[in-house]
């Protein structure tokens, strides 16, 4: 595990921003495992920009994201495919057609899991997986108590999740109860981690995960076993690793 402390937000977005665009530089196909959430916004805009000046080409480059809501299309704002477009896809020459979001509209779940699941071996396998950590240490949609063998499955979303969600939409009816994620063996596939945490309220979290007892309590804490893992945090997200 190598850990690069950033001072800011900016800082870790652009060091973050960098670790990727060497990946994408040393194989130009590669395949990147992405997320959403306010933690990569600041570094898919540091790609967009390189991307802009001619650093970097994403024209061979394949994506495949940790998880979409269930019953939401990708034309919905709420929707992480949306998220991708409006954050990265729509900014860069990536072919649209080699990013890949779980299928939010197909009801069948076991169909739709084992469609990505499928996705993802088809890709050849993921060479740099992006991860944000949650407050209580989950990775994509795997919240605590999450077995560490599932692969792409269906979640029922806790109710302060559908509850905090409700804002976003015009009624309750409309709120996703449940996700597509990829589970916690999908990501430990990766060749490579790059996990990104800032703020402070990502410390405990952290240190949990990075130096606490490996335990599906703390779902990112399987993390210390993975063979190429590469942390970037802000001071405060690093709090007392520091
Ligand atoms: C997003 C995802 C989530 C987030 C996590 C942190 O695709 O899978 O696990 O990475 O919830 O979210 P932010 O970055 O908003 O703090």
Known sequence: ???????????????????????????????????????????????????????????KVT???????????GDNDQS???FMNRNLFDHVNIDKARTFVPDGLEEDS???????????????????????????????????????????????????TIRANARFFDSMDEVPKQAYTMGIKNIMAAKKILLIATGAGKAE?????????????????ILQLHPDLTVVADEEALGIIR
């Not at 994506?63 to 299309?73: A, C, I, P």
């Not at 979290?205 to 804490?221: D, E, F, H, K, R």
Request: glycine content about 10%; some cysteine.
């Open 1 to 59: 595990m190598v850990i690069y402390a950033g001072k800011d937000y900016q800082d870790v977005s652009r060091k973050a921003a960098n670790i990727m665009s060497a990946q994408i530089i040393m194989k130009p196909d590669a395949v990147l495992g992405l997320a959403t959430g306010s933690t990569p916004v600041g570094m898919y805009a540091q790609l967009a920009e390189w991307y802009r000046k001619g650093d970097l080409d994403f024209s």
């Open 205 to 221: 979290a952290l240190y949990n995960s990075l130096y606490g007892p490996i335990t599906p309590n703390v779902p990112a804490s």
């Open 80 to 82: 992480y495919r949306y």
């Open 110 to 160: 076991e169909k739709a899991c084992a469609q990505y699941n499928e996705v993802i071996r088809e890709t050849g396998g993921v060479d740099m997986q992006l991860l944000g950590i949650g407050g209580n240490g989950h990775i994509g949609f795997n919240e605590p108590g999450s077995a560490f063998e599932k692969e792409t499955h269906c979640v029922d979303l806790t109710e302060s």
């Open 63 to 73: 994506t495949v994201n940790l998880d979409e809501y269930k019953g939401l299309s």
